[in-house]
C-alpha cells in the first residue's frame, strides 16, 4: 500500500511556542491532504483539508490563525501549531489520497504542550 | 450532517470466541464506507473498502458486509494479535475534487484475551 510519513512522532513544548508537523507522501502524489485530531479514546476529527498550491478548507470551529496549514508540493503538508497552550495537546494525523478512492494516514504525532 | 454510530465501544473476547462489530450511519450520498485498524499511538491502517449494500470483503479473520443503513465487521477465531481499536468511515456526498475526506465514527475497543 501507498506509504505517508508524518514527522516528528512525539513532540513536547512549552506554552507560547510554535510547533511544526510535517506530512509526506513517500511513493505517490497527493493532491489532497486531511488533518485531524484524536483525543484519548475519541475518534478522529477533521480539522482541514489541504489542497496542493491553493488555501486549505477548515472545519467548522477550527482556528486558521491557530492551525497553519501549508501543501506547497505534491508530496508535502504541513500543519504548524501557532502559539500552542496546554490545551492544544493532542494526537494529530494526516492522511493524504486518494489512491483508488482509498486515503492513506502517517502514523501521527503526539503534541504535548507544558 | 453525516452521522457514524459504532457499537458497542468497547468489546472483550477470548482467544477463538467470534463476534461482530457494528457501524450505523447516515448520511446522503454514500460512496464509500471504510474500515481501519488501529493500535495505541499508531495512525489508522486499512482494512476494507465498501460500496453497495450486499457487497461483502474478507481478509484474514475479518469479514466486513454492508447494508443501506449499517455495516458489519465480523472476526472469526480471533487471536490476541487482533487486538486494536476499529474504525468505521463514510465517504459522501459528490465525487468532486477534495472531497474525499472521511467522517469517523468512534470506534470499538477490542481486546482479546489468551
Known amino acids: 500500500g501507498a506509504v505517508v510519513s508524518q514527522h516528528p512522532s512525539r513532540v513536547i513544548c512549552k506554552s507560547g511556542t510554535s510547533v511544526k508537523i510535517e506530512c509526506r507522501s513517500l511513493?505517490?502524489?497527493?493532491?489532497?491532504m486531511f488533518w485531524y485530531r484524536q483525543f484519548p479514546k475519541k475518534s478522529l476529527m477533521l480539522m482541514a483539508t489541504?489542497?496542493?498550491?491553493?488555501?486549505?478548507?477548515?472545519e467548522q470551529g477550527v482556528e486558521k490563525d491557530k492551525f497553519l496549514i501549508n501543501h506547497a508540493s505534491l508530496t508535502l503538508s504541513t500543519l504548524t501549531v501557532t502559539s500552542a497552550h496546554p490545551e492544544d495537546s493532542s494526537f494529530y494525523i494526516c492522511?493524504?489520497?486518494?489512491?483508488?478512492?482509498?486515503?492513506?494516514f502517517g502514523s501521527g504525532t503526539q503534541l504535548s504542550v507544558l | 450532517e453525516d452521522q457514524v454510530t459504532q457499537s458497542p465501544e468497547a468489546l472483550r473476547l477470548q482467544e477463538g470466541e467470534s463476534s461482530s462489530l457494528n457501524c450505523s450511519y447516515t448520511?446522503?450520498?454514500?460512496?464509500?464506507l471504510f474500515w481501519y485498524r488501529q493500535d495505541p499511538g499508531k495512525g489508522p491502517e486499512f482494512l476494507f473498502t465498501?460500496?453497495?449494500a450486499g457487497e461483502e470483503k474478507e481478509k484474514e479473520r475479518l469479514k466486513a458486509t454492508l447494508t443501506k443503513k449499517e455495516s458489519f465487521l465480523h472476526i472469526t477465531a480471533p487471536k490476541p494479535e487482533d487486538s486494536a481499536t476499529y474504525l468505521c468511515?463514510?465517504?459522501?456526498?459528490?465525487?468532486?475534487?477534495?472531497?474525499?475526506?472521511?467522517?469517523f465514527g468512534t470506534g470499538t475497543r477490542l481486546t482479546i484475551i489468551p
Open positions: 465498501l460500496y453497495s
Open positions: 448520511v446522503s450520498g454514500l460512496r464509500g
Open positions: 468511515a463514510v465517504q459522501a456526498g459528490p465525487p468532486n475534487f477534495g472531497n474525499e475526506k472521511l467522517t
Open positions: 511513493d505517490f502524489q497527493a493532491t489532497t
Open positions: 489541504s489542497n496542493e498550491g491553493s488555501k486549505a478548507t477548515y
Open positions: 492522511s493524504a489520497g486518494p489512491i483508488n478512492e482509498k486515503l492513506f
